[in-house]
């Protein structure tokens, strides 16, 4: 277990040191949802308090899946995660010091987007714990979708264009543009299936808004989601080295 | 360095490897086939064998990286399917193609997999230093790896394989690709390994290098082990257990090869350019049939030596193959 913990550890803190910086990261993990809030921001200073639960969520959405793609496929492809695999620890630990480290890249983010955008919900209120909640668990969840992601694939490139086939449908159907209550009822299903609706859900409850579902609720569900992507997830790692 | 002695009862009498009927399959292509062999404490196994024989399977197979299709791995006693965990503290692994972080230092580097193995906290950075300052590597430590030479980060690879103490390192093909004084001067830093207690598994392509740095060879041929012995051993099998006598004569007449070769006691003679190499069962028949043939041909002996077969003779005959199967050079690492 010290073993376990001491290299899920250093793989963290390593790849803060060598990926945090890489371009795809920055392009799709900052500069995108950076660019998304500010335009929307611009388009209509009144009205963004309305968006900002659904900016934070793209914001956790794209940081995550973004970085993971760089520490899992930059290793896959130099072939480096094999040193991670000769240390004393099982493929899981791996797999969540990658996933962790992801986390805390996207908390970096969007920690830096909220401070900006924040202030112009101010007059809703907001509580810090619920906020701390549903961001932890969305990075979580959305980091073990993005391992999932990155380990079928081999490239970052192809994680990036997998990861776009799920995130835009994501950023159209969950809510955080357009309320899933006006869309057609086969669209409102389908967006319960997807974890997004719930991050944007909780984000708004967390703001100061109402939500569909109880804070918990939402909180319950994304966990189990995380859960449903790092099996597989974990599992196809294992496959790589069979 | 020193290593210390470590531990572990009965691990400590166990073979450092342990493989036995190994096979492992990918898709249709067995790439090894039924594989037995063991490593001894102390001494430095090599795997030899031609382009896709499967030495790097094996080498996979053995640290983790790869599951085996069918047989038993067992690394100082632990199993590495049961138990990989306990063997991979043991062991460290400097792979066929260098797969450090270009985007640290090469410092960060070796430090990383000093953590990852948990070297105690404050022998961390002596450590790191030290082996960069032997592979001569000290006033780059600070340098990103991305600006350095292969032959540098093979020495950084070798570096961070061994920060941790392990009591075997296992190298794939270690000098591939590097030029002769870096060739050079990374087998001295094997032996120097090997001399301070590390067992030594490597895999190689390179005959003279199988022979000079092996305590014992297998070689591999298509996923088997065709034979596996020390270097002396298996040149002696390659000579049938008869010897032979290089000899030159003054005059050297075509017909000396074939007096000689009528003579009793003598198996074979062929022309090695102005020489003859006159093979027989025992060295004093070959010298009297040599000496007696040139006292009554009234020809001179000018040169006269006994001369074992090479490895490269020996890979030949044991294997089959042409030595020029060893001699492709690979695209680099
Ligand atoms: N992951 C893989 N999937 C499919 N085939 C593989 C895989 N790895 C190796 N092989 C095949 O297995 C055989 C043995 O390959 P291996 O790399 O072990 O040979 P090698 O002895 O290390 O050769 P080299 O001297 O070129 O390094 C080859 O035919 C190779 O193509
Ligand atoms: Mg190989």
Redo the contacts between chains.
């Keep these: 277990m010290?073993?376990e913990l001491?290299?899920i550890y250093?793989?963290i803190?390593?790849d803060m040191?060598?990926?945090y910086l890489k371009p795809p990261a920055i392009s799709w993990g900052i500069l995108f949802p950076a660019a998304m809030s500010l335009s929307f921001y611009l388009r209509n200073p009144a009205g963004f308090g309305e968006l900002a639960p659904g900016l934070l969520a793209l914001t956790v959405l794209f940081s995550t899946t973004a970085m993971e793609a760089v520490v899992i496929n930059f290793e896959l492809r130099?072939?480096?995660l094999?040193?991670?695999?000769?240390?004393?620890?099982?493929f899981g630990s791996v797999l969540l010091g990658k996933l962790l480290g992801a986390s805390l890249f996207g908390f970096i983010i969007t920690a830096l987007v909220a401070t900006a955008v924040l202030p112009t919900c101010l007059d809703r209120g907001f509580d810090v714990v619920a906020l701390l909640f549903i961001v932890i668990t969305s990075l979580i969840t959305f980091s073990s979708l993005g391992a999932l992601i990155s380990v079928a694939v081999k490239e970052v490139f192809e994680a990036q264009t997998l990861g776009n086939f799920l995130r835009f449908p994501m950023m159209f159907l969950c809510g955080v543009f357009i309320p899933i209550q006006t869309l057609p009822p086969g669209l409102r299903h389908l967006a319960y299936a997807l974890p997004l609706t719930y991050t944007v859900d909780g984000f708004r409850q967390a703001l100061g808004g109402t939500g569909n579902l109880s804070l918990v609720g939402d909180v319950l569900i994304l966990t189990g989601f995380a859960c449903v992507f790092v099996v597989p997830a974990v599992a196809l790692l294992r496959r790589r080295?069979? | 360095m020193g290593y210390d002695t470590i531990n572990a009862g009965h691990a400590a009498e166990a073979p450092a490897v342990a493989v036995s009927e190994l096979s492992k399959r990918y898709g249709r292509l067995l790439a090894v086939d039924r594989v037995t062999f063991q490593v001894q404490h102390g001494e430095i196994f090599g795997l030899l064998g031609p382009n896709g024989a499967g030495k790097t399977t094996i080498i996979r197979v053995l640290t983790g990286l790869s599951r085996p299709s069918a047989g038993q791995v067992r690394v100082f006693a632990h199993d590495m399917e049961r138990n990989p965990k306990e063997a991979k503290k043991l062991f460290g692994l400097v792979p066929e193609i260098t797969n450090l972080y270009d985007e640290l230092s090469a410092l960060e580097n070796v430090l990383f997999m000093a953590q990852l193995f948990g070297v105690p906290p404050q022998e961390r950075l002596d450590r790191a230093h030290q082996l960069l300052d032997l592979f001569g590597l000290g006033s780059k430590s600070r340098v990103r790896l991305s600006h350095f030479s292969r032959g540098m980060k093979r020495a950084v690879a070798i570096a961070a394989a061994v920060v941790h103490r392990p009591r075997l390192l296992f190298l794939d093909e270690p000098t591939a690709g590097l030029d002769v004084v870096h060739a050079r001067t990374l087998r001295r830093l094997v032996r120097r390994l090997n001399q301070e207690g590390v067992t030594v598994f490597l895999t190689t392509h390179y005959l003279e290098e199988a022979d000079q740095l092996c305590d014992r060879i297998a070689l591999l041929v298509k996923g088997r082990i065709v034979a596996l012995d020390t270097p002396e051993a298996l040149k002696d099998r390659a000579s049938k257990g008869g010897v032979a006598v290089e000899v030159a004569f003054e005059p050297m007449l075509d017909q000396c090869a074939v007096g000689l070769g009528r003579r009793t006691g003598i198996r074979r003679v062929t022309a090695r350019g102005d020489r003859l190499r006159v093979e027989g069962d025992k060295v004093s028949e070959v010298v009297a049939a040599i000496v007696a043939y040139a006292a009554e041909s009234g020809t001179e002996i000018t040169h006269i030596a006994t001369v074992r077969p090479t490895l490269e003779e020996a890979f030949v005959q044991l294997t089959g193959l042409s030595s020029e199967v060893m001699k492709t050079e690979k695209g680099g690492s």
Excluded: N
């Design positions: 010290r073993d001491r290299i250093y793989i803190r390593k040191r060598a990926y130099v072939g480096s094999e040193r991670l695999l000769l240390a004393p620890a099982t080295f069979a």
